[in-house]
């Protein structure tokens, strides 16, 4: 069993950047695939970036290419999101999730989910 607690969001301009992070309770971290969601008003949860259980991999959605950095640290059990370049379209609930499997970006074979944090992105 696995918990997830997202924390780093909040209100930003549009241009600016948050790191979101997101620590996993458990010593099995380290077992699991992790990755970040997001789910906009109205909109269905979108896969946004996974990272391979060792950090060697990673895999991004298209529109996140060259902005979001996915990384972990599983010394400390944590997965974090580095947003750059924010737009007013990133504005979502963000919410990771550990699985078995890497790359996933079908949020149905994701084990374990956080809460979410708000990401507000002004223009």
């Known amino acids: 069993q696995v918990q997830l607690v997202e924390s780093g969001g909040g209100l930003v301009q549009a241009g600016g950047s948050l790191r979101l992070s997101c620590a996993a309770s458990?010593?099995?971290?380290?077992?699991?695939?992790m990755g970040w969601f997001r789910q906009a008003p109205g909109k269905e949860r979108e896969f946004v970036a996974a990272?391979?259980?060792?950090?060697?991999?990673?895999y991004y959605a298209d529109f996140v290419k060259g902005r979001f950095t996915i990384s972990r640290d599983n010394a400390k059990n944590t997965v974090y999101l580095q947003m750059n370049s924010l737009k007013p379209e990133d504005t979502a609930v963000y919410y990771c999730?550990?699985?078995?499997?890497?790359?996933?970006?079908?949020?149905?074979?994701?084990?374990?989910w956080g809460q979410g944090t708000q990401v507000t992105v002004s223009s």
């Open positions: 990272i391979s259980r060792s950090g060697i991999s990673v």
């Open positions: 458990g010593r099995t971290f380290s077992s699991y695939a």
């Open positions: 999730a550990g699985g078995h499997r890497f790359p996933v970006v079908d949020s149905h074979e994701y084990d374990y």
